[in-house]
């Protein structure tokens, strides 16, 4: 596979231990790719030379690429120390989570598993902002919270779900995403799923459960790497 060099532009901290690294390829260009893809991310010296993949959380339309990457490994520990002006290596995008469909989405997302969801959720309300769209989002803890500010201001409802806080700020709910909400609030949708491998596994087989059908769901597993 193709090796490209990218160069850092900025680093945001979305939160204790989650960093957005904004970035641009060495010549100033930006890759061709579809939101919700990803990129492999390679480290010389590493013991997986075959790279790690991570999510793009930007969109096509955004002046800069991004990676929003949680430190807690050898690649996010790289990733995560890194600072304006710094280089890393990358693959070109690849990747199917962008659902293609006019239907309602509605996602449920977990930790940095609202990456590949933000970047197709950006570059859905650019082409139409009254794309209807649901998101639940659950964390730990209120302050774990990646890309708040976006979500906020998307244009769409975004429940926030917090497991581990028994008081939590107001319009954020304390417990798990409820599916039989979702299931309700879209009807006819089409379900994206990003986070862990259990979130993922749990929310796909409570869907199905309900009688949503397999190919009106698209989903994305986040490995600690």
């Known amino acids: ?25 060495a010549n100033g260009w930006k890759l ?3 939101a919700g893809q990803y990129i492999t991310i390679y480290l010389d010296g590493s013991s997986t030379p075959a790279g790690k993949a991570y999510s793009l959380s930007s969109a096509p339309h955004e002046k800069w690429m991004s990676i929003t990457v949680k430190n807690i490994g050898e690649f996010s520990g790289y990733l995560c120390a890194l600072k304006a002006g710094d280089t890393f290596t990358i693959s070109r995008a ?47 803890t209120a302050d774990t919270i990646a890309h708040k ?9 975004v429940m926030h779900h ?11 709910r304390q ?7 979702c299931i309700k609030a879209g009807e006819d949708a089409f379900y994206m799923i990003c986070g862990s491998v259990q979130f993922v596994r749990d929310m ?10 397999p190919e009106n769901i698209t989903t994305e597993t986040f490995f600690e790497s």
């Open 1 to 25: 596979m193709e090796k490209l060099t990218a160069s850092v532009k900025r680093v945001v901290r979305e939160s204790p231990g989650v960093s957005t690294i904004y970035f641009l390829l």
């Open 32 to 34: 061709e790719y579809a």
């Open 94 to 140: 690849y990747g199917f989570f962008n659902p293609n469909t006019t239907r309602p989405l509605v996602a449920l997302a977990a930790g940095v598993g609202i990456s590949p969801i933000i970047s197709v959720l950006k570059d859905e309300f650019n082409h139409d902002a009254q794309r209807p769209a649901r998101v639940y989002y659950s964390n730990k």
């Open 149 to 157: 500010k976006e979500l906020d201001n998307v244009p769409c409802d």
């Open 162 to 172: 917090i497991t581990a806080e028994q008081i939590t700020p107001a319009g954020m």
């Open 175 to 181: 417990g798990r995403i409820v599916l039989d909400e």
């Open 204 to 213: 796909w087989q409570g869907l199905t459960r309900r009688g949503v059908l």
